[in-house]
């Protein structure tokens, strides 16, 4: 059908196809009936674009290798407008590699930032240390003990999932002690906040609550201190609980 204007719209598809892919259409169909875009040379070279892109480029193929002409694009028009759209879709792609960068800018340079950040890992330091010593208490004080905890931990990796109120900076977790023989368990609650350039760690049982750690908020806690001011306040909890 050389003298229909919409093969010449064809044609055009097919140097678009060749500038893109590096290869020549030649056939609509392949003998598995593959039209160019879709076999495997084509789909390597095609596969370079970004998935939202690659997805129009294929529609403007399969509608431009259809073995039916009515069903192939009819007008240069209709097809420059999906080209012009392919092109906006690379342009959101370009923009939204640049909105993460200054999302990303913005946040890191933010006056509060830093101090977020400190406290975030002090809370999974100071965190692993209460499971820790809990563990290492209920241990020495030998059968019959164990431990409690607010929730459950599987991996190291699980100290670092810590619920932070980002509001308040705060966040609170529950490590205790049990024992076979007694009804009760020795299961305090742990907050940590932060005040000025300190984070303040507090224990608190039956309404009663204790300071056991206030370090800088850029600084390394002392947890040789903080571990010996545990042990001691956990070996004091049980006591009481079972009336040694």
């Known amino acids: 059908m050389q003298r229909d204007p919409r093969a010449d719209i064809t044609q055009c598809c ?29 789909q390597k070279a095609l596969a370079k674009h970004p998935d939202d892109l690659l997805a129009k480029v294929n529609g403007i193929f399969d509608r431009a290798f259809g073995t039916q002409i009515d069903y192939r694009w009819q007008s240069i028009p209709e097809l420059q407008q999906t080209l012009i759209d392919c092109i906006s879709t690379n342009q959101k792609a370009c923009n939204a590699e640049k909105y993460i960068a200054r999302i990303f800018n ?8 830093a101090r977020r ?6 809370a999974q330091q100071l965190n692993k240390e209460l499971y820790n010593m809990s563990k290492t208490v209920a241990g020495e004080l030998g059968e019959g003990f164990g431990t409690i905890h607010n929730r459950m931990y ?4 699980d100290f670092e999932l810590i619920n932070i109120d980002w ?6 977790e529950g490590h205790g002690i ?20 300190e984070l303040v760690l507090l224990a608190e049982v039956n309404g ?13 806690p002392d947890l040789t201190t903080l571990g010996e001011r545990l042990r001691l306040f956990y070996l004091e909890g049980v006591k009481k609980l079972i009336g040694a």
Not at 106 to 113: F, P, Q, R
């Open 14 to 42: 097919g140097i678009l196809f060749f500038a893109i892919a590096g290869s020549h259409p030649v056939t609509l169909l392949d003998c598995e009936e593959r039209k160019p875009h879709q076999r495997p040379e084509s």
């Open 106 to 113: 913005k946040v890191s340079t933010s006056s509060d930032y």
């Open 117 to 122: 950040q400190s406290f975030k890992i002090l």
């Open 154 to 157: 599987f991996k190291s990796r």
């Open 167 to 172: 509001a308040e900076l705060r966040f609170s």
């Open 178 to 197: 049990t024992n076979a023989v007694s009804p009760n368990d020795f299961f305090p609650k742990f907050t940590g906040y932060a005040t000025g350039n």
């Open 208 to 220: 009663e609550k204790v300071e056991l750690l206030r370090t800088p908020l850029s600084d390394e």
